[in-house]
């Protein structure tokens, strides 16, 4: 079984600042684990992906997230938030043997808004 | 197609009406997702097939929903006797492989209205 914490449904940060979103996972085997991004009426992109190796992981637009076993957290962060950063983001865990249920299990989101 | 393709975009039922969701995968897409999202709430899975397949489809809230994928490309959600709990937004996924680390290609959803 697995699921996905997002601490802190909304987040507000201005323009230019730090973005910091949380995401705690719990799972009952080494997962995999995602970053998508959702904008008003559209689907989810994908931001980043960690699955094995470097526990740092790069994805688009800037944003980064690092992956910490001891504290089963995979928070992600972008160093200066852009006004098109606004959006919901959801963190999500997957099993590695993949398909069905365990494909994907996603967090509740965090809408992030950005002010001028 | 350049991504996954869901239609309709909007759909609006009365309660009791029956409708049909239709999503398109990313051409050669093995696996192929159903997820149901609430407003304010993460995507719920739904079902899953390998390609004609259904192999999960433990997500489903009730008998009245129902998915098919005859010829392991195009499928169709479909509820019967729509309620309003089922208003939400629909989204269907495809991807590559069905490993774990093959990343989900969403569609941009089809939201269900029922009044």
């Known amino acids: 079984a697995q699921s996905v914490t997002q601490l802190g449904s909304h987040v507000s940060v201005s323009e230019g600042a730090l973005v910091l979103l949380r995401c705690n996972y719990s799972?009952?085997?080494?997962?995999?684990l995602f970053w998508y991004v959702q904008y008003p009426n559209q689907g989810l992109q994908l931001l980043l992906k960690?699955?094995?190796?470097?526990?740092l992981v790069k994805g688009i637009n800037g944003f980064e997230a690092e992956f910490k076993k001891s504290e089963t957290s995979f928070h992600l962060t972008k160093p200066s938030a852009h006004m098109s950063d606004a959006a919901e983001y959801f963190c999500?865990?997957?099993?590695?043997?993949?398909?069905?249920?365990?494909?994907?299990?996603f967090g509740s989101g965090t809408r992030l808004q950005v002010q001028p | 197609g350049a991504g996954v393709s869901q239609s309709p975009r909007y759909k609006v039922a009365k309660r009791g009406q029956d409708v049909a969701l239709r999503c398109d995968p990313i051409?050669?897409?093995?696996?192929l997702f159903w997820y149901q999202q609430a407003l304010g709430q993460g995507p719920e899975f739904l079902t899953y097939?390998?390609?004609?397949?259904?192999?999960?489809k433990s997500g489903l809230p009730s008998d009245r929903f129902f998915a098919e994928r005859p010829e392991g490309s195009v499928s169709t959600l479909k509820i019967q006797r729509t309620q309003q709990e089922d208003s939400a937004v629909y989204l269907c996924?495809?991807?590559?492989?069905?490993?774990?680390?093959?990343?989900?290609?969403f569609g941009n959803g089809t939201r269900l209205t029922v009044t």
């Open positions: 996924a495809s991807s590559l492989a069905q490993q774990g680390n093959s990343p989900l290609h």
């Open positions: 799972s009952s085997v080494p997962p995999y």
């Open positions: 960690y699955t094995t190796g470097a526990t």
């Open positions: 999500a865990v997957s099993d590695p043997r993949g398909g069905g249920r365990r494909a994907l299990t």
């Open positions: 051409s050669g897409h093995v696996s």
């Open positions: 097939f390998q390609n004609e397949a259904q192999l999960d």
